[in-house]
């Protein structure tokens, strides 16, 4: 399996410069396999903790660190995806992508307080909309990885083989199911500007409870999904309609009058995060398509909302 790093082999000390410098990539490969930036940090220090479980002699016998790093994270992450299923059927309520602020609001590592390590942030792009992740967890475990590792990070089929275990043409098979299931569902999205003019409406009229401005903005089959994780309340179905949408948040305005709401990038895409006494308490996320919005996405789920704490 080839390297897409630096070559590796004449580095001093393949356990420091050349294992740590991928550590970047190997954040943004599982948090796209997993939708979970806490899973993601758990998969990459277990990454690391097998390569430093080695002798030093078996180190250096391996030719590309970078390459074993990342078939063990692939591996970790595969196995990781077939146990969540079941973890996410027990999962109280709906069970929604982790989401991520952008680079100027990325303000606390996985302990709350320290600035985060720049190495620990997820690229923000297409592939991590959270369109992008909702349709990602409708894939098998042995699709999503396939198609994420060729698709989104380029690696041909013969390697992703050998994460996923099986033969390079069963691996082509998975991708194209995958990228048939993106097809199926995926509407072009509106130029990011456009989106942004029209979050911005979205959060005007939901300040002022202003259920007509609400609904005009939202496609007629427009569905909101909230995760509360069961930590908090949220509603534990999808609410589908424009009008029953619009209303649901007005009534959140009712019960927290308090609520600041501010405009903020959630998975490098325009989104909003609402605050209660300086704290984030929702972050929401937008599917805006022929410039009407179809899908919400609200994360109230306070364990989902480490990387947003102001303090």
Request: hydrophobic residues 40%; neutral net charge.
């Amino acid at each position: 399996m080839t390297d897409r790093s630096e070559p590796e082999r004449d580095r001093p000390d393949p356990s420091l410069s050349a294992i740590m410098s991928e550590r970047r990539r190997l954040i943004n490969l599982a948090y796209r396999l997993l939708g979970s930036l806490a899973e993601a940090e758990d998969v990459v220090q277990e990454t690391y903790a097998r390569w430093y479980s080695m002798s030093r002699e078996r180190q250096e016998a391996i030719e590309s660190p970078g390459a074993w790093l990342t078939k063990v994270a692939g591996r970790i992450c595969l196995d990781q995806l077939g146990s969540a299923r079941a973890r996410r059927e027990r999962y109280v309520g709906e069970w929604i992508p982790e989401p991520l602020p952008g680079r100027t609001e990325w303000v606390g590592g996985r302990t709350g307080g320290a600035p985060a390590d720049p190495a620990d942030r997820v690229t923000l792009d297409e592939s991590v909309s959270m369109a992008f992740l909702v349709v990602l967890e409708s894939m098998t475990p042995a699709e999503r990885v396939a198609f994420v590792l060729h698709d989104v990070f380029r690696y041909p089929f013969a390697e992703v083989a050998e994460i996923v275990g099986r033969t390079p043409a069963a691996c082509r098979q998975l991708a194209s199911s995958a990228r048939r299931r993106i097809r199926a569902v995926q509407a072009p999205a509106a130029p990011t500007a456009r989106q942004a003019g029209i979050v911005r409406d979205f959060k005007r009229a939901w300040e002022t409870k202003d259920i007509g401005a609400l609904i005009g903005l939202l496609d007629p089959d427009a569905t909101a999904t909230a995760d509360g994780g069961g930590l908090v309340s949220a509603e534990l179905l999808p609410i589908e309609g424009a009008e029953r949408v619009a209303r649901a948040f007005a009534d959140v305005s009712d019960k927290a009058p308090g609520l600041t709401i501010l405009e903020r990038t959630v998975n490098g895409q325009p989104g909003l995060a609402a605050q209660l006494d300086g704290v984030t308490v929702v972050v929401v996320a937008f599917d805006v398509a022929d410039d009407r919005i179809r899908h919400i996405w609200a994360v109230r789920n306070p364990e989902k909302l480490r990387p947003w704490r102001t303090g």
